[in-house]
T-cell receptor, first 114, second 116 residues
């Protein structure tokens, strides 16, 4: 299994509070991704990173920001959490070499915003 | 933009039998990858199988095989000798190759239940 951990694994928070989720990898992969999973939607890309300090938006980026100051860590921040951000959040990593782009996923973080 | 459609929200199969999960996709790209991921009740996303679009041969991994029809934009997953541990949500996913990122576009999933 790819060395990917996510913290926390579960979190309950209140509307309007900031929340930061952490993804940590031990594989030294260049690419890291944040997805959210909601019933009836599959997984949708929030943000991704293609290197330290290099990030870009995905299809559902509103209300989220990310940072990557080290290769191994990719942080997802909800500046002011809303109930619509209640979801399961997955981090993924991949290589950038041809034919090595398969994404491997972390265990997920279940977030409940009350 | 790419879209991935899984038309079967739920399926069931008896243990030891064979089941096929359907996936169609829409893209104007010629070079891409297709994947099937499995998500058991533990919620971990597990790669099942991968297919490169340039390869005519269908990918196989033990009891799992695909039927890749590029012209029809179809990518079905066949599970042979189904086991109770195969009970999971299955997601089909598309990735364009050769780009500056490797984003996955997922279908909405098919919930497969294997009955004893």
């Amino acid at each position: 299994d790819a060395g990917i951990t996510q913290s926390p694994r579960h979190k309950v928070t209140e509307t309007g509070t900031p929340v930061t989720l952490r993804c940590h990898q031990t594989e030294n992969h260049r690419y890291m991704y944040w997805y959210r999973q909601d019933p009836g939607h599959g997984l949708r890309l929030i943000h991704y990173s293609y290197g330290v300090k290099d990030t870009d938006k995905g299809e559902v980026s509103d209300g989220y920001s990310v940072s990557r100051s080290k290769t191994e860590d990719f942080l997802l921040t909800l500046e002011s959490a809303t109930s619509s951000q209640t979801s399961v959040y997955f981090c993924a990593i991949s290589e950038s070499r041809p034919y090595q782009e398969t994404q491997y996923f972390g265990p997920g973080t279940r977030l409940l915003v009350l | 933009a790419q879209t991935v459609t899984q038309s079967q929200p739920e399926m069931s199969v008896q243990e030891a039998e064979t089941v096929t999960l359907s996936c169609t996709y829409d893209t104007s790209e010629n070079n891409y990858y297709l994947f099937w991921y499995k998500q058991p009740p533990s919620r971990q996303m597990i790669l099942v199988i991968r297919q490169e679009a340039y390869k005519q041969q269908n990918a196989t991994e033990n009891r799992f095989s695909v039927n890749f029809q590029k012209a029809a934009k179809s990518f079905s997953l066949k599970i042979s000798d189904s086991q109770l541990g195969d009970t999971a949500m299955y997601f089909c996913a598309f990735m364009k190759s050769g780009g500056s990122n490797y984003k996955l576009t997922f279908g909405k999933g098919t919930l497969l239940t294997v009955n004893p």
